[in-house]
């Protein structure tokens, strides 16, 4: 359908909808909300007719409709806990991990390299070191995942984990404020404790959003059957499906992590909840350390789309620079990233169309 098309069809519906509104005995009905849940639930239209006390059945089905109830009776049946991740772990496996042993896979020295990092008291502590290479893709390559420890506790076993020492660790930016309490009622930071410990690299994450960090994590596996995907987890084949977390360190890759991306679903909405929220509202808040790790590392890092563009540019001068015409390949380069990011349009045109000027 067409942009046009589409809209045309959003102002009939809309027209449409008033038109419902004002003619529908659920719409109109006092136990509006129950006759919803109920409908959500599965309950038949001819109960539902007899319990609210309604003419007929027809306008049960005419509300659910209008009302978009169907697609969230299916939600509901489902069980909601749509799995993020799962399923594209398990397609695109061969081009999202990388097994090291295999492939053959080494990090140039000159990549940057980052991390991520999650506190947790009862909950494991985690960390993920990565690093990106010249064309943007990012490689999770370790990680440590250790629960029941206290920061002095930690630091033995954290540091050994390799580029730990080196690379900015990024981390919910809570941890930064002094909120823990001391023996000599004063408070102090997470990552004061961890300071004092002297693992003083750890630095508050940008973005923390939950929905964007998954959006985030999402977009770099986008259409793998065209492209490759702009973010890869190395783990040994041995490793690659553990049935249960194993805690400690390990420097040879991220089996945590891929048990962690999983298991990680939507919520499962009641038929309460789905009367009122968005089904893709929220994700479960468990088995989510790692995957924080990675959240803060890929919101810290550039989208995917703002990379190809770059890769793309630099494709196209190619032809250019291997002449030896540094500067038409420098001034093609600058084109080809502004027709690529912004379209033909200047930058400005396009922020104040934006604002609806
Ligand atoms: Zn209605």
């Known amino acids: 359908m067409t942009k046009r098309k589409a809209a045309l069809k959003g102002e009939a519906s809309a027209i449409s909808r008033g038109r419902h509104e004002y003619n529908c005995s659920v719409c109109s009905h006092t136990q509006r909300e129950q006759i919803e849940q109920d409908f959500i639930n599965w309950v038949s239209p001819a109960v539902i007719t007899k319990r609210y006390k309604m003419a007929n059945r027809a306008s049960v089905y005419r509300h659910a409709h209008a009302a978009g109830l169907f697609p969230k009776r299916i939600v509901f049946s489902a069980g909601g806990g749509e799995r993020l991740f799962a399923d594209i772990l398990r397609r695109y496996a061969h081009k999202i991990i990388i097994d090291p042993g295999r492939s053959g896979f080494q990090v140039s020295p000159h990549w940057y390299v980052l991390g991520g990092f999650d506190y947790g008291k009862a909950n494991p502590t985690a960390a993920l070191v990565a690093t990106v290479d010249d064309d943007g893709i990012i490689y999770i390559l370790r990680e440590y995942y250790q629960p029941g420890f206290s920061p002095k506790e930690h630091r033995p076993w954290i540091t050994q984990l390799q580029g730990f020492r080196t690379a900015t660790m990024f981390a919910d930016p809570s941890i930064f404020y002094a909120n823990q309490a001391q023996g000599d009622g004063t408070f102090k930071a997470i990552a004061t404790l961890f300071a004092e410990e002297g693992i003083d690299n750890l630095s508050p994450a940008p973005e923390n959003n939950e929905l964007l960090g998954m959006e985030r994590i999402l977009s770099h596996w986008m259409n793998l059957d065209q492209r490759e995907p702009t973010l890869k987890i190395v783990c040994p084949k041995a490793l690659q499906d553990i049935a249960k977390p194993t805690y400690g360190i390990v420097n040879g890759g991220c089996p ?91 930058v400005t045109l396009r922020n104040h169309r934006r604002r609806g000027y």
Not at 287 to 303: A, Q
């Open 256 to 346: 945590n992590l891929l048990w962690e991306l999983r298991r990680a679903r939507r919520e499962e909405l009641t038929p309460t909840q789905l009367t009122r929220k968005n089904p893709t509202e929220k994700i479960v808040d468990k088995d989510n350390h790692l995957r924080d790790c990675l959240k803060y590392l890929v919101l810290t890092l550039p989208e995917p789309n703002r990379k190809s563009a770059r890769m793309l540019a630099a494709e196209a001068v190619r032809p250019l620079a291997e002449q030896g015409d540094l500067t038409s390949a420098l001034i093609r380069y600058q084109q080809k990233i502004q027709e690529l990011e912004y379209g033909s349009q200047p």
